[in-house]
């Protein structure tokens, strides 16, 4: 069986380039990569992952933890629609690991099963660090990872410590730059549906909007701020029980670009037209809000940055780097046809 320092030899480099290579670290040329992995191909070369995780006491692995795993079941919620803006942050989440040369490892989480257990299971696959997608902020894994001393980033919650920092959009901004459109155009008796009661995200969404409006002398309708979950079928549900009470309103402000498109059925079936009737807006940026109609005004979240820095947040954080510190990613205002001027009334 072939060595690594046969490998070195036939690539002329040193051991600790080849090592270098194995472990996909930035800091190697291209050229020297180059030699390294033909010399590994021409000598059929296997390295010993195992031994070297044991060496290291780590491993180049990374876990991901999705959502709120209330049924110990990962993958099977990205067919929520309330997750669907997530499923396009995963693939920069990946890329970035793999160009960081490490793996991504989803642990299996039987439901009922302590926080303890799912760190154990972190350290008997010596994981370098954790990527946690949108679980919530009482999700037991989160207390279990900040107090294990886990390497840790936190996408879309707040959770910080020793050795965990987040990464998050600038939903309060986001929220107040849709609603600011909306006033410039005219309108005034604005509902708010920002998602679930009680969220951290939805406040924040929600309180964007409020901030906007009294900065316009403007009062907020309590009666038209109402909750849902994030899914389609929650928006459409929620927005059919509001025409029922009242339609004294002429623009919608909606949590994600999801539930605006629940809200439109909900508007379509009774009748009124976006944005001639209600002007329309979401959040997200999700591809399918352009192909609305209309096309949906709303607030782009940087998915790629946010995937991206979570990652290499993280890296620094397993390397030991210092001042490792939380992001706030800037969000931005996408205008298209589902918002216009509010009509004068007759």
């Known amino acids: 069986m072939a060595t690594s320092e046969e490998v070195a030899r036939l690539a002329g480099v040193s051991r600790a380039t080849v090592s270098r290579v194995l472990n996909g670290s930035p800091r190697i040329s291209e050229e020297a990569r180059r030699r390294v992995y033909e010399a590994i191909e021409a000598l059929g070369y296997e390295p010993d992952i195992v031994a070297q995780s044991l060496v290291r006491q780590r491993s180049r692995t990374l876990a991901l933890g999705l ?56 350290r008997i696959r010596r994981v370098a660090g954790a990527v946690m997608l949108a679980v919530g902020v009482e999700d037991p894994r989160v207390h279990a ?17 020793s050795s965990a920092v987040y990464v998050r959009s600038d939903h309060l901004d986001g929220a107040r730059q849709v609603t600011e ?63 029922e009470q009242r339609r004294d309103w002429t623009a919608l402000v909606a949590g994600s670009d999801l539930m605006a498109l629940g809200a439109l059925r909900a508007l379509h079936e009774r009748g009124l037209r976006v944005p001639d009737d209600v ?41 030991g780097k210092e001042h490792v510190a939380p992001l706030i990613v800037p969000t931005q205002l996408v205008v298209r046809a589902s918002t216009a001027p509010v009509r004068p009334q007759v």
Not at 145 to 161: H, K
Not at 200 to 224: N, S
Not at 293 to 302: C, F, N, S
């Open 67 to 122: 959502f709120d795993e209330s049924n110990g079941l990962s993958l099977t919620q990205l067919g929520l629609t309330a997750h669907y803006f997530y499923i396009d942050m995963l693939r920069y989440i990946e890329q970035e690991a793999m160009a960081q040369g490490y793996d991504l490892l989803l642990p299996s989480r039987p439901k009922g099963t302590y926080p303890e257990n799912y760190i154990r299971s972190l």
């Open 145 to 161: 990872l900040l107090q294990a001393g886990i390497p840790t980033v936190f996408l879309d919650t707040m959770g910080l410590g």
């Open 181 to 243: 459109h909306l006033l410039s155009l005219g309108h005034r008796r604005i509902a708010f549906l920002p998602g679930p009661a009680g969220n951290m995200v939805a406040m924040e969404r929600l309180l964007g909007g409020q901030q906007a409006m009294a900065q316009a002398g403007i009062a907020v309708d309590p009666g038209l701020i109402f909750s849902s979950g994030w899914n389609v079928e929650e928006a459409y549900q929620a927005v059919c029980h509001l025409l």
């Open 279 to 319: 002007s329309l807006t979401g959040f997200d940026d999700v591809v399918l809000s352009q192909y609305m109609t209309p096309p949906l005004t709303t607030v782009r979240q940087d998915r790629a940055r946010m995937g991206k820095e979570a990652v290499q947040r993280l890296v620094a954080l397993i390397e």
